[in-house]
């Protein structure tokens, strides 16, 4: 079974809204860093945003104010809020976490080395048209 399943991709045209969500089979540790990494064709990877244990978020500049990451701990899944979409948000979106036994997570570090998570989903794509 995987431990984190994205959802919620799909295609919308610009200036349009979507929300993803990625649930997590993985429970008991006190701390964490979960995010959304995305992949567009033939780009690098990019960390869009990340969110810690304390709540702390941290978002790539070209998401501020249009994306918003939230994690429900009841429910134990982790949402991406997007709005006012662009085409240049078009990519392959991955959900990715790292789970610690002794803290804390550091986000806005996660965010710029997402490579540092090891757990990751199997992504879900986002097409935005202009």
């Known amino acids: 079974q995987a431990q984190l399943e994205e959802s919620g991709g799909g295609s919308v045209q610009a200036g349009g809204s979507l929300r993803l969500s990625c649930a997590s089979s993985?429970?008991?540790?006190?701390?964490?860093?979960m995010g959304w990494v995305r992949q567009a064709p033939g780009k690098d990877r990019e960390g869009v945003a990340v969110?810690?244990?304390?709540?702390?978020?941290s978002y790539a500049d070209s998401v501020k104010g249009r994306f918003t990451i939230s994690h429900d701990k009841f429910k134990n899944t982790l949402y991406l809020q997007m709005t006012d979409l662009k085409p240049e948000d078009t990519a392959m979106y991955y959900c990715?976490?790292?789970?610690?036994?002794?803290?804390?997570?550091?986000?806005?570090?996660?965010?710029?080395?997402?490579?540092?998570?090891?757990?990751w989903g199997q992504g879900t794509q986002v097409t935005v048209s202009s």
């Open positions: 990715a976490a790292e789970f610690r036994e002794e803290g804390p997570c550091y986000s806005a570090e996660r965010l710029e080395r997402p490579e540092r998570l090891h757990t």
């Open positions: 993985v429970y008991g540790y006190e701390h964490y860093c």
């Open positions: 969110i810690n244990d304390a709540g702390i978020e």
